[in-house]
T-cell receptor, first 111, second 114 residues
Framework: EDQVTQSPEALRLQEGESSSLNCSYT??????LFWYRQDPGKGPEFLFT???AGEEKEKERLKATLTKKESFLHITAPKPEDSATYLC????????????FGQGTTLQVKP | GAGVSQSPRYKVAKRGQDVALRCDPI?????LFWYQQALGQGPEFLTY????????KSGLPSDRFFAERPEGSVSTLKIQRTQQEDSAVYLC????????????FGSGTQLSVL
């Protein structure tokens, strides 16, 4: 059964303090791994799609990487506006339109 | 509007009532998805449409849950005889094509069953 586990559940950083969020997954035939950002009271907002091990994508202070078993979301010199819940999801070959989401990591960046 | 629109934003129902949740996807988006999100958890898949065809409804928790998209645009998620365990945020998402590369989510409907 496809599964996604994110760690830590919550992370507090000082502004400028870089860190990484982890997404461990098991899936039969990875068709894509996705990162979303969710602000309170809002729906998830797309950040990245990764398709194969070794792939990396960057956007502003965020960088996502992928191995065969996990993905990392690296946050460099975060700002308070980066505070949000970050969700990881996988699409497996056994599922047509279904993404399996992790429980998320809630990030708080203090000024 | 340019985004996915969901209504109502909040719904309070008495146990046993029927509710209907509406989703207006981005114009021209072929695929439409419903997810359920409990407090502090990630979204869980409910069902998926490609145009008007419901291709996967494996995530619907029981036969009290029903979704439709009759003209391939607006979708409605109906929950009959609501129970307290149905309390959650119901998220709708759409995507331009059949791929899941990038889903656009609405802000959700928060359902509270008393």
């Amino acid at each position: 059964e496809d599964q996604v586990t994110q760690s830590p559940e919550a992370l507090r950083l000082q502004e400028g303090e870089s860190s990484s969020l982890n997404c461990s997954y098991t899936v039969s035939g990875l068709r894509g791994l996705f990162w979303y950002r969710q602000d309170p009271g809002k729906g998830p907002e797309f950040l990245f799609t990764l398709y194969s091990a070794g792939e990396e994508k960057e956007k502003e202070r965020l960088k996502a990487t992928l191995t065969k078993k996990e993905s990392f979301l690296h946050i460099t010199a975060p700002k308070p506006e980066d505070s949000a819940t970050y969700l990881c999801a996988v699409h497996g070959s056994g599922n047509t339109g279904k993404l399996i989401f992790g429980q998320g990591t809630t990030l708080q960046v203090k000024p | 509007g340019a985004g996915v629109s969901q209504s109502p934003r909040y719904k309070v129902a008495k146990r046993g009532q029927d509710v209907a949740l509406r989703c207006d996807p981005i114009s021209g988006h072929v695929s439409l998805f419903w997810y359920q999100q409990a407090l502090g958890q990630g979204p869980e898949f409910l069902t998926y449409f490609q145009n008007e065809a419901q291709l996967d409804k494996s995530g619907l928790p029981s036969d009290r849950f029903f979704a439709e998209r009759p003209e391939g645009s607006v979708s409605t998620l109906k929950i009959q005889r609501t129970q307290q365990e149905d309390s959650a945020v119901y998220l709708c998402a759409s995507s331009l094509n059949l791929a899941l590369e990038k889903l656009f989510f609405g802000s959700g409907t928060q359902l509270s069953v008393l």
